[in-house]
């Protein structure tokens, strides 16, 4: 379900109400919800989904997920959530997830951009490279 | 001890700035070749996308929160979720020497089982045409080999001429024997040492047609022995219609290389219409507004950025380019005919009429025009061919008028007889090419009435017989026109003694 050009355009619009201060607010977005709830849209789950899709990509936009092979403490954490805060001019949180098939090294997801610096993706750019 | 381990998870942080930044993003949908990707914020048009499983896409249409994408390969392993990345490259081809004698698909991949190309310079495909400064105006010939062509439509170096015409009215049979002429040239050229010698290294990109149709080329240009200074590449209809789209841009890159490096090339795109239908489809799936005939708005813009491509350099090489193109029912003011008429230097009409009527090549010499090659013929050819385009539209007029009157006087009956001879002269069975040295000769015994004691039917046949032999025994008379490209006294006398030669035996079988 796609969702036509209206529907688009609600989605939109209702993302825009969602931010406050260039941040998603819990409290907006509860808000949306409740409404969508009681209006019922026409076309709700598509536009359901289409607000779905740009609160999470927002989310993750000041979201830092690392991905390690192996322990990693606290000020690792710490480190690369103030680079990631420098880098984007905004605040980054940074959280960590297990992941053994990296082998060794570090994965750092923020949005759509990857940072890698693992076994796995130098074995993986090896492997292109042939 | 829980100091170093701090220090060493610190060394690993550092690692993490220094390490490689990928720009990702998710399949939405794939449908026809075509995949619509959320993320990949940084994504630049035309990118190459990386997919898993080896298959690549370009990035078509960047919108808000979508990027369009065609994908190029195989499509049948993407699913819905399937991450993406961006590659921060341009396609881009190999290029260079060691394509020629190949055949390869539209990302310039061998095809012909002849092992891996060897090169080591990659081209991007898409590359703004050169600018008004560096261009030089066509100055040097380049000969097809069929003498309608070379003698009253002639084509230069760096050219843009357009062939079209219906179905199989025989597009594709001027173009390989304008390549396999090309082969002709350069062994000679090469054989004789002259280092003002400029080989022509030929491309043929071949969009959505038969696979038979492309074996059979390839064959033809093999048994001729032109393929060593060919590159073929293929897009066949089987191909999905990103690589029918991008393999004419992917072969205007191979044919850059040889410009780019001081050398002069050929291109034949066979057939831009087919390659239009191959960027309809694609816009279409991508939904972009569709105008006239369905076709995108900027469908002008997807030719003109091509055939500018073709050039001549100053002080480097040369591309010359052959678009082909396919009429309905001869109509060359539908949408892409007249688009690439505007952008080409002059066309080559081919009629079904004519070529029923057995006239082959069927050259309409009336619609066709070359703006820009008459600069380039030689001499000799200008001396013994200069009036015959005028000479055939007076033909025709004539002919179509005698049709009604019954007695017609002696001077319009001389005309008439004139014109069919030249008719007949001018046409030629396929994947033979002629020499030009030979076409001057042949010209010339028209201009000097070497063939008026001929009868119409046999025209052609005493062409052929004195061509033979002059190819067999007069080799030097040849080679001194080829060397000279101009006719003067001496050499009117050595023609006229050949000739009288011939008629002598050809009168006497
Ligand atoms: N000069 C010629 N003498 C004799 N036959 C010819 C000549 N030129 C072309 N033919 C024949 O005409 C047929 C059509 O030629 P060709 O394939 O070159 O046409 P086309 O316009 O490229 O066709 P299509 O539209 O299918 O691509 C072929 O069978 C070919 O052998
Ligand atoms: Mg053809």
Redesign the interface.
């Known amino acids: 379900m796609r969702g036509d050009k209206k529907t688009k355009l609600l989605a939109k619009q209702l993302f825009k109400l969602s931010l406050v201060n260039g941040e998603v607010s819990a409290a907006q977005v509860a808000g949306v919800l409740g409404y969508i709830e009681k209006i019922q849209p026409r076309q709700t789950l598509a536009l359901l989904k289409l607000y779905h ?2 609160i999470a ?1 927002e989310v993750a936009k000041s979201r830092a997920l690392i991905e390690h092979a192996g ?3 606290d ?2 954490l710490k ?2 959530e103030s ?1 990631m805060t420098q880098k984007y001019h905004r605040a980054v949180t940074a959280s960590a997830q297990r992941n053994d098939a990296l082998f060794a ?2 994965r ?2 923020v ?7 693992t076994v796995a ?1 130098q074995l993986a ?1 090896l492997a292109a490279s042939l | 001890m829980s100091t170093v ?2 220090q060493i ?2 060394q ?2 550092q ?11 998710h399949i939405l949908t794939v449908a026809d070749g075509v995949a619509k990707l ?5 994504v630049m048009y035309n990118e190459m996308v990386q997919f898993p499983g080896g298959a690549i896409g370009i990035a078509l249409n960047l919108e808000e ?1 979508e990027v369009g994408c065609v994908i190029l390969g195989d499509v049948s392993n993407l699913k819905e979720g399937d991450e993406v ?1 961006t590659t921060g490259k341009l396609l881009s081809v190999p290029v260079g020497k060691a394509l020629l004698g190949r055949v390869v698909d539209a990302l310039g991949r061998p095809v012909d089982g002849k092992g891996p190309i060897d090169s080591k310079e990659f081209y991007p495909v898409e590359k703004i045409a050169p600018g008004i400064i560096v261009r030089k105006s066509v100055s040097q010939p380049l000969f097809t080999g069929i003498m309608a062509i070379d003698s009253m439509i002639p084509i230069g170096r760096g050219q843009r001429e357009l062939i079209i015409g219906d179905r199989g009215t025989g597009k594709t049979t001027i173009c390989i024997d304008t390549i396999i002429n090309q082969g002709r040239i350069n062994k000679v050229g090469l054989a004789s040492g002259d280092k003002n010698f400029r080989p022509v290294y030929s491309i043929y990109v071949a969009i959505g047609q038969k696979q038979s149709n492309i074996v059979r080329t390839i064959s033809a240009l093999e048994a001729a022995g032109a393929l060593e200074f060919t590159v073929i590449v293929a897009a066949p209809a089987a191909d999905n219609p990103a690589n029918q789209y991008i393999a004419p841009y992917s072969g205007a890159s191979i044919g850059e290389w040889f410009m780019e490096n001081g050398m002069d090339a050929l291109i034949v795109y066979d057939d831009l219409s087919k390659h239009a239908v191959a960027y309809r489809q694609i816009s279409l799936i991508l939904k972009r507004p569709s105008g006239r005939e369905a076709y995108p708005g900027d469908v002008f813009y997807l030719h003109s950025r091509l055939l500018e491509r073709a050039a001549r350099l100053d002080g480097k090489g040369s591309l010359t380019a052959l678009p082909i193109v396919e009429t309905l029912a001869g109509d060359v003011s539908a949408y892409i005919p007249t688009n690439i008429i505007s952008i080409t230097d002059g066309q080559i009409f081919l009629e079904t009429d004519l070529f029923n009527q057995g006239i082959r090549p069927a050259v309409s010499v009336g619609l066709s025009v070359s703006r820009v090659g008459s600069s380039a013929q030689i001499k000799a050819t200008k001396q013994v061919g200069g009036k015959l385009k005028g000479e055939l539209a007076q033909f025709r007029e004539l002919a179509a008028f005698a049709q009604f009157g019954s007695d017609l006087d002696a001077k319009t009956k001389a005309q008439l007889d004139r014109g069919s001879r030249i008719v007949e002269l001018f046409k030629q069975p396929q994947l033979n090419p002629i020499a030009i040295e030979l076409q001057v000769s042949v010209l010339w015994a028209l201009q000097k009435e070497y063939f008026s004691s001929v009868e119409v039917k046999q025209v052609v046949g005493a062409a052929a017989s004195l061509r033979d032999y002059l190819a067999t025994r007069k080799d030097a008379l040849l080679t001194k026109i080829r060397t000279k490209a101009a006719l003067d006294a001496a050499l009117d006398a050595e023609l006229k003694t050949a000739c009288d030669e011939w008629k002598g035996t050809f009168a006497a079988k």
């Open positions: 899709r740009a990509a322990p990693i403490g000020s690792a480190l690369v680079a090294g570090l750092v997801r949005g759509s951009d990857v940072y890698e610096s993706g750019a | 381990i701090e998870e610190q690993i942080a690692l993490s700035n220094k390490a490689v930044k990928k720009n990702t993003g959320d993320g990949l914020s940084d929160d990345q």
